[in-house]
């Protein structure tokens, strides 16, 4: 069964960073490119980064480009969003997803972030 | 102009059909693309349900019901999410995607609201 814990969500001040962390399990995570996407409260769904299988391969949406740099270790079964310069507009909750080909075919919980003073 | 269009509501008694439209900007051309759609219900993750091309290369979600459907319009340059005998249990946000220039890229969102 395909699992996606999300963690690392919380409180920040504006121009503050935060790492977010997902811990997947239930599938080889080696095999799968994987992506985060975020939902502003009340809002729809935004891509915001994806890095391919083997970390060769990055993207990441334009709200979020240069402050932003997604990993991951193999090795560990994780996934991880830092992100920088935070503000207002990175209030969300923060979805990680596998990605099967150019489908996100499994969600995770997600992990709220609030950027406010 | 968004990449991807939806209606921002639409509502149907049980039973009825539903026949959700994602409408591609002009200019790229729905043809060749790949539109997957997902279920969110309030407080959760969105649901993977079903990808579709066309008629030869198309995919349904692990467990989803096969009246969930996809289809598309070409002369409206929409993918269509069809949803048969709507039930009380189907009221949800539904959201299409493509990957599209390096990216994912999702449509606003409708909201389906079983009368």
């Known amino acids: 069964q395909v699992q996606l814990v999300e963690s690392g969500g919380g409180l920040v001040k504006p121009g503050g960073s935060l790492r977010l962390s997902c811990a997947a399990s239930?599938?080889?995570?080696?095999?799968?490119?994987m992506s985060w996407i975020r939902q502003a409260p009340g809002k729809g769904l935004e891509w915001v980064s994806y890095?391919?299988?083997?970390?060769?391969?990055?993207r990441y949406g334009d709200s979020v480009k240069g402050r932003s740099t997604i990993s991951r270790d193999n090795a560990k079964n994780s996934l991880s969003l830092q992100m920088n310069s935070l503000t207002a507009e990175d209030t969300a909750v923060y979805f990680c997803?596998?990605?099967?080909?150019?489908?996100?075919?499994?969600w995770g919980q997600g992990t709220l972030v609030t950027v406010s003073s | 102009q968004a990449v991807l269009t939806q209606p921002s509501s639409l509502s149907g008694s049980p039973g009825a059909s539903a026949s959700l439209t994602c409408t591609l900007r002009?200019?790229?051309?729905?043809?060749?693309?790949?539109i997957s759609w997902y279920q969110q219900k309030p407080g959760s993750p969105p649901q993977y349900l079903l990808t579709?091309?066309?008629?030869?290369?198309?995919?349904?979600g692990s467990g989803v019901p096969s009246r969930f459907s996809g289809s598309k319009d070409a002369s409206a340059n929409a993918g269509i999410l069809l949803i048969s005998g709507l039930q009380s249990e189907d009221e949800a946000d539904y959201y299409c995607?493509?990957?599209?220039?390096?990216?994912?890229?999702f449509g606003s969102g409708t909201k389906v609201t079983v009368l």
């Open positions: 002009s200019g790229i051309k729905v043809a060749t693309y790949r």
């Open positions: 997803a596998r990605c099967n080909g150019d489908v996100i075919d499994s």
């Open positions: 890095i391919s299988s083997s970390s060769i391969y990055t």
């Open positions: 579709y091309k066309s008629d030869s290369d198309k995919q349904q």
């Open positions: 239930g599938f080889s995570l080696s095999d799968y490119h």
């Open positions: 995607m493509i990957w599209h220039g390096s990216a994912y890229v």
